[in-house]
């Protein structure tokens, strides 16, 4: 079956960091890229950065830029997007989503995990 | 940056009525936009990518066009399984960016 499976929800004061995992099953891992998305509570969604699982290139969203490492593991075909210096704008929902592997082609989100809640808050 | 700007806010039609979803954009993003949609308490999921392709599974009552800085997705008969928010996003220049939303309502 083809999906993405999220890591739990977290929950992490100011200051502190947070690892989101996206496991992927039932496709070749390397074959495609991955954006990460979150969206806060009632609004609209917001890209992050997308990472391709072929070579490892980045390309992060420039607010993010100073504070956001996105990774991929080929032996457990696992994505992760670590978000640092927490704040309270950042309680989101945050999702992964299978992208394409060069970046030229990237922004087509044609699997989505079921999002990850990460709340911050002291 | 593209900002996408989605109207009307929200939408609140009959079954079997025509929606009909529109997206500007502040400059070209050539045929580069796509539409999510998105129901209560879901991952949103992929609907149309560059304009007027549909994506995998995606009945053919939804359907997208447009080009350039205007683009348009028709839903041709409304089902209340239709009932989400809507997003465009375009995926011509990084960083990639997405419209507010449009919701529909199935009345």
């Known amino acids: 079956q083809v999906q993405l499976v999220q890591s739990g929800a977290e929950v992490k004061k100011p200051g502190a960091s947070v690892r989101v995992s996206c496991k992927a099953s039932g496709y070749t891992f390397a074959g495609y890229g991955f954006s990460w998305l979150r969206q806060a509570p009632g609004q609209g969604l917001e890209w992050m950065g997308w990472i391709s699982a072929y070579n490892g290139n980045t390309k992060y969203e420039q607010k993010f830029q100073d504070r956001v490492t996105m990774t991929t593991d080929t032996s457990t075909s696992t994505a992760y997007m670590e978000l640092r210096s927490l704040g309270s704008d950042d309680t989101a929902m945050y999702y992964c989503a299978r992208d394409q592997r060069e970046p030229s082609a990237a922004g087509v989100f044609d699997l989505w995990g079921q999002g990850t809640l990460v709340t911050v808050s002291s | 940056e593209i900002v996408l700007t989605q109207s009307p806010a929200t939408l609140s039609l009959s079954p079997g009525e025509r929606a009909t979803l529109s997206c500007r954009a502040s400059q070209s993003v050539s045929r580069y936009l796509v539409w999510h949609q998105q129901k209560p308490g879901q991952a949103p999921r992929l609907l149309i990518y560059?304009?007027?392709n549909r994506a995998t599974g995606i009945p053919a009552r939804f359907s997208g066009s447009g080009s350039g800085t205007d683009f348009t997705l028709t839903i041709s008969s409304l089902e209340p399984e239709d009932s989400a928010v809507y997003y465009c996003?375009?995926?011509?220049?990084?960083?990639?960016?997405f419209g507010g939303g449009t919701k529909v309502e199935i009345k």
């Open positions: 996003q375009q995926r011509v220049n990084w960083p990639l960016t």
């Open positions: 560059d304009a007027s």
